[in-house]
């Protein structure tokens, strides 16, 4: 499935969070959207996974998702968003419950996710028990349970620390290789940008406007771990915006 | 820290204190020495045996009210109407909780008249009960259900409301229907606040029925208090009282029950 963003503006009282967006997201593309923080761009993704409403422009899908797919856009959250009173596999029950599966297929799927996320051994365990790598790891087997056409990522990686987000973003990358799916994918890491993305977007400051994509052309399985030149060029964009946004204050 | 150059001094420790160690032998004595206190005070005479009997002579009431069979008698009267009002009203101020919770409409109709109703001592309601209901049980349990709907209802949509907004949305973002994200995220994420409440209805509760009793009943904890009172039977009355505090103890282990059984996924 392919989506395009067109001509999106969103406010919020009288405050313009984002301004005349336009994008394109291709079939099996990783797009990254990159700006200081407060530019809009988890407003961007919640409008495009239908959270929100734009006030004007639309957001568009081409495309059939295949028949298997149960919900053709789906997130993952910075925060996890796990339900503290359901075990790793009961999480993950959760988003199939509601589609009429048998309860042996259900099980079949939930296993499946957890050897793909490498969780099988964790599936009885609580949220609370598990460090932060691990429950982000179960948001991803949750997202791919339902087999989405789109993976709508909101900072998956902001909440963990550098070593457990460097090994999941390694696991998010290889996961990408076999798949091939689709995904916009918001931080506001360069380097983890330069990682898995196929486009770079840059968000200015609000209101939240595009103002340079970046195509990387490598297949994300070559790239060095670091790529300083367009590091900091990125950088040399966004540094200044980074630093007004700093002074900020929060929905003002 | 060391007062010469090349001289270490141990750096003393100061982080200690201000934690909670179990001594699980303090309080029962604690306990047996107040009752030994209170015992020789009375046989001694510091104490008036008119002011306060011997606990022996307590206990000796405790045992007469067993024998006659007034215990059950009183005891079963107070724990019917306890257990039907407090049961009804939880359970209706459950559900208008969450139809105001839920629902915009039903908020706005009801929130206001909801936060009038709540601050009125219900036991000033009683004499009005007794008109519309009579001077049966009817008063007395719609007294207890009136005194516990209330605060119910303030606490069920006040834990609705303090519901994680984000896991909502992850409802939501999964296409979950409405009924599942009420059933299965709300509802749930809002137990532990409305069990916690259960505490204070249950005592509410108790109060409440000792009041009405005192004022209007032949049986019940309230009534056989008052009996005592009048009669200037204190040993009686004591024992009233202890039952009543029992009573409080064991709705408290009761819910802390079903706490621990509901809320496992809470405590490690």
């Known amino acids: 499935m392919e989506l395009a963003v067109k001509n999106v503006s969103k406010t919020y009282g009288n405050l313009l969070v984002l301004n005349k967006i336009n994008l394109k997201i291709d079939e099996g593309q990783i797009v990254c959207v990159i700006g200081p923080s407060g530019c809009g761009k988890s407003t961007l993704l919640r409008l495009i996974g239908g959270l929100e409403n734009p006030d004007t422009g639309s957001i568009e899908a081409r495309g059939i998702p295949p028949s298997d797919c149960l919900n053709p856009l789906t997130f993952i959250f910075q925060d996890f968003s796990l339900l503290p009173w359901r075990t790793v596999e009961k999480n993950i029950s959760l988003v199939l419950e509601d589609h009429g599966l048998s309860t042996s297929n259900r099980n079949e799927i939930i296993r499946s996710v957890l050897r793909r996320t490498k969780l099988t051994e964790f599936s009885d365990r609580w949220p609370r028990e598990l460090s932060g790598g691990m429950k982000q790891r179960v948001g991803i087997a949750r997202a791919l349970a339902v087999n989405p056409s789109v993976l709508l990522m909101d900072e998956p990686l902001s909440a963990l620390d550098s070593q457990t987000s460097e090994i999941l973003l390694v696991d998010l990358i290889e996961l990408w290789e076999k798949q091939r799916f689709t995904s916009v994918y918001i931080t506001h890491n ?30 994300i399985m070559d790239r060095e771990i670091r790529n300083i030149e367009l590091e900091e060029h990125l950088w040399n964009l966004l540094r200044d915006e980074a630093m007004a946004a700093e002074w900020e204050l929060e929905n003002e | 820290m060391s007062d010469k150059k090349n001289n270490y001094t141990t750096i003393s420790f100061r982080g200690g204190g201000f934690q909670f160690k179990n001594n699980y032998w303090i309080s029962p004595t604690v306990f047996i020495v107040l009752l030994l206190l209170w015992h020789f005070g009375s046989t001694l005479g510091f104490i008036s045996n008119l002011v306060l009997p011997k606990p022996t002579e307590v206990l000796i009431a405790f045992h007469d009210l067993y024998v006659t069979g007034d215990l059950y008698l009183h005891v079963g009267a107070s724990l019917k109407r306890l257990i039907l009002g407090w049961t009804l009203g939880t359970i209706i101020g459950i559900i208008i909780g969450f139809a105001i919770g839920l629902f915009a409409l039903v908020r706005a109709g009801l929130a206001p ?51 994680d907004r984000s896991l909502i949305r992850l409802g939501q973002s999964f296409n979950l229907s409405w009924f599942s994200i009420t059933r299965k995220i709300v509802f749930t994420a809002s137990l532990p606040a409305i069990l916690s409440n259960m505490r204070i209805t249950a005592a509410i509760a108790i109060i409440l029925i000792v009041a009405a009793e005192l004022i209007a009943a032949e049986k019940g904890i309230g009534a056989y208090i008052q009996m005592a009172g009048s009669l200037f039977a204190i040993d009686r009355l004591l024992a009233g009282i202890i039952i009543l505090s029992c009573m409080g103890l064991i709705a408290n282990w009761l819910i ?8 496992k996924w809470r405590n490690l």
């Open chain 2, 256 to 263: 802390g029950l079903t706490e621990r059984k509901l809320l």
């Open chain 2, 113 to 163: 008249i909801v936060a009038a109703i709540f601050p009125i001592p219900k036991i000033a309601l009683l004499p009005l009960f007794i008109i519309w209901f009579g001077i049966g049980e009817l008063s007395k349990i719609n007294l207890i259900l009136f005194g516990t709907l209330f605060p119910t209802i303030i606490a069920t949509y006040g834990a609705i409301d303090n519901v």
């Open chain 1, 190 to 219: 360069l380097s983890e940008a330069i990682r898995i993305g196929h486009k770079i977007v840059v968000m200015s400051r609000r209101p939240g406007e595009i103002r340079e994509t970046v195509n990387i052309d490598s297949e």
